[in-house]
Nanobody, 123 residues
Framework: QVPLVESGGGLVQAGGSLRLSCAAS????????MGWFRQAPGKDREFVAA????????YYADSVKGRFTISRDNAKNTMYLQMDSLKPEDAAVYYC????????????????WGQGTQVTVSS
């Protein structure tokens, strides 16, 4: 089990920034590839960004590339998503996820989900 708890969501104006955090419990955080997904009302959950177990490899959806940065601190059992230049279309519930495979990019293969944190972007 890898309980995951997101924080850092909120309301921001377009062009602004937010930093999401995902805190994990237990000693196995470093053994999981981690990722962020988001889901807007009426839409499917979609991949946003992923990071390898050691943090050396990162992956981004084209829609956020150059604006979002994913990172992790295995000593603190925490993953982050720095979101800059936010757009109204970035508004969604953001979920952190843990995948026992090599990359956390497919929502159907995720082992553990957080409860989600709401991000609202005003235009």
């Amino acid at each position: 089990q890898v309980p995951l708890v997101e924080s850092g969501g909120g309301l921001v104006q377009a062009g602004g920034s937010l930093r999401l955090s995902c805190a994990a419990s237990g000693r196995t955080f470093r053994t999981y590839a981690m990722g962020w997904f988001r889901q807007a009302p009426g839409k499917d959950r979609e991949f946003v960004a992923a990071i390898s177990r050691g943090g050396g490899s990162t992956y981004y959806a084209d829609s956020v590339k150059g604006r979002f940065t994913i990172s992790r601190d295995n000593a603190k059992n925490t993953m982050y998503l720095q979101m800059d230049s936010l757009k109204p279309e970035d508004a969604a519930v953001y979920y952190c996820a843990a995948d026992s495979g090599s990359r956390c990019v497919d929502p159907s293969r995720v082992d553990y989900w957080g409860q989600g944190t709401q991000v609202t972007v005003s235009s």
